[in-house]
């Protein structure tokens, strides 16, 4: 299982939408490298779902459930992708940009780096440290 992290701007589509959904297409991805994250997701893989912008936390955790497949919301024949993500649950503590940028143990996290990549890789050792930063226990 490899584990990522997604953004998404609380008033375009939020947590709570998410949860509401169930199961939702991860849309709308138009930068390249994000893509080809993307298309690296395999069903089974866990995400954390970060509200941009308004918030700047991890709030939740979901799961792909459909690997990439051309993006409905984007022209007939552009090269974007989608894949759809199932709720597992909300953060118990939700855990800010702020308070990762000062733990250490979260050095090399690429959030840190390249905060505004809406689609990116956690390796499994900064996967843990955010878990156990948050009080999530894998369901």
Known sequence: MAYWLVKSEPDAFSWDDQVRAGVEPWTGVRNHAAKRNLMAMRVGDRAFFYHSNV?????????????AYPDPTAEPGSPWVAVDVRTVGPFPRRVGLAEMKVA??????????????????VSAAHWRTICAMGGWREP
């Open 55 to 67: 918030g700047k936390e991890i709030v939740g955790v979901v799961e792909v459930v459909r690997e």
């Open 104 to 121: 250490p143990r979260l050095e090399g996290l690429l959030l840190l780096r390249q905060s505004r990549l809406s689609v990116m890789p």
